[in-house]
């Protein structure tokens, strides 16, 4: 039997099939935002392979798996799954994702300084990609919010995708933590920063 080829060319006139099998044009809003969850992901991945600690790292495996079910969920049109234009069980979050990030907030707050002012983005290298996972995680929340303000997205989704950007946050704080870099410190009038 020959191989399936990786190519389709069905999108080169820029549309795109979703999980119902409907077409849209890739420039959509439901495209854009599981595109930019997918984007996430790889971002994700690229900090797992600065290898930022076990315990890090077995978060991040676990919220890669998470945003995979993010992604199928957003390329599923509510309104023609509900109608059942094709039939297709889709995966679930688990009930409890936005309860284990919130967890794992407060666990790795428990080992850092509390702060008093903005820190800028930077570090180590996994501090770093993981202030740019964060930055990427925003985007894809606003591209759900942009989303939902037109067509029904599942509201778990917004707030599991919040709190995912609160936890890379303090994850980044962690991974400069436990690499015994400084943090860089920043306020109002000051053209640079200054080391905590």
């Known amino acids: 039997m020959p191989r399936a080829r990786l190519y389709t060319r069905t999108g080169d006139a820029g549309e795109t099939g979703l999980v119902d099998g409907s077409r849209v044009r890739k420039s959509s809003p439901r495209v854009d935002a599981y595109g930019s969850v997918d984007e996430l992901n790889a971002a994700i991945g690229v900090v797992l392979s ?24 957003l390329a599923a049109p509510a309104a023609r799954e509900a109608a059942g234009a094709r039939a297709m069980r889709l995966p679930e979050l688990p009930a409890d994702a936005v309860a284990r990030l919130e967890r794992e907030i407060d666990r790795l707050e428990e080992g850092l300084e509390p702060l008093d002012r903005f820190i800028l983005p930077g570090g180590g290298r996994a501090g770093a990609l993981l202030h740019l996972a964060r930055t990427v995680c925003r985007r894809a929340e606003r591209a759900v919010v942009r989303l939902a303000e037109a067509e029904p997205v599942e509201p778990e989704i917004g707030r599991y995708l919040n709190r995912l950007s609160d936890y890379l946050f303090v994850a980044a704080r962690a991974a400069n933590r436990r690499e015994g ?16």
């Not at 930022?52 to 969920?73: D, H, I, K, N, S």
């Open 50 to 73: 600065e290898e930022p600690g076990e315990e890090l790292a077995a978060t991040l495996r676990r919220v890669q798996g998470e945003l995979f079910v993010v992604g199928a969920r």
């Open 181 to 196: 870099r400084a943090e860089i410190g920043w306020s109002a009038g000051e053209a640079g920063g200054r080391s905590s």
